[in-house]
């Protein structure tokens, strides 16, 4: 069984940074996009951003220039790197990999193409 992990949440307040960080057992992340998500309470889960696996990334709108994500393949790891944080960034964010995407792009994927799903990490922002 291919399994996720996510670490790295907690609370912060607005303006704080936090990195997550996205590992795997059993498999080598380098062979599959990998996307973060979130899901705030009451609203239904979202994507945040996401690697190709030729290394591209996309972004949603509302954590452009905020959020970075990248790879580090030596750790096996993605990590999900968060700043300037806002009270609206509160959620559970889960990491999922998928070899439905293309390899070079996740642009146009959706969540149903990630078939493998970590249990999530949950990251508040608060004052």
């Known amino acids: 069984q291919l399994q996720l992990g996510e670490s790295g949440g907690g609370s912060v307040q607005p303006g704080g940074s936090l990195r997550l960080s996205c590992t795997a057992s059993?498999?080598?992340?380098?062979?599959?996009?990998i996307g973060w998500f979130r899901q705030a309470p009451g609203k239904e889960r979202e994507g945040v951003s996401c690697?190709?696996?030729?290394?591209?990334?996309n972004y949603t709108n509302s954590v452009k220039g905020r959020f970075a994500i990248t790879r580090n393949n030596a750790k096996n790891t993605v990590y999900l790197q968060m700043s300037s944080l806002k009270p609206a960034d509160t959620a559970v964010y889960y990491c999922?990999?998928?070899?439905?995407?293309?390899?070079?792009?996740?642009?146009?994927?959706?969540?149903?193409?990630?078939?493998?799903w970590g249990q999530g990490t949950q990251v508040t922002v608060s004052s």
């Open positions: 999922a990999a998928s070899q439905k995407v293309q390899y070079f792009s996740c642009s146009g994927s959706s969540e149903d193409d990630f078939d493998y």
């Open positions: 690697i190709s696996r030729s290394g591209n990334t």
């Open positions: 059993r498999f080598t992340l380098d062979y599959y996009a």
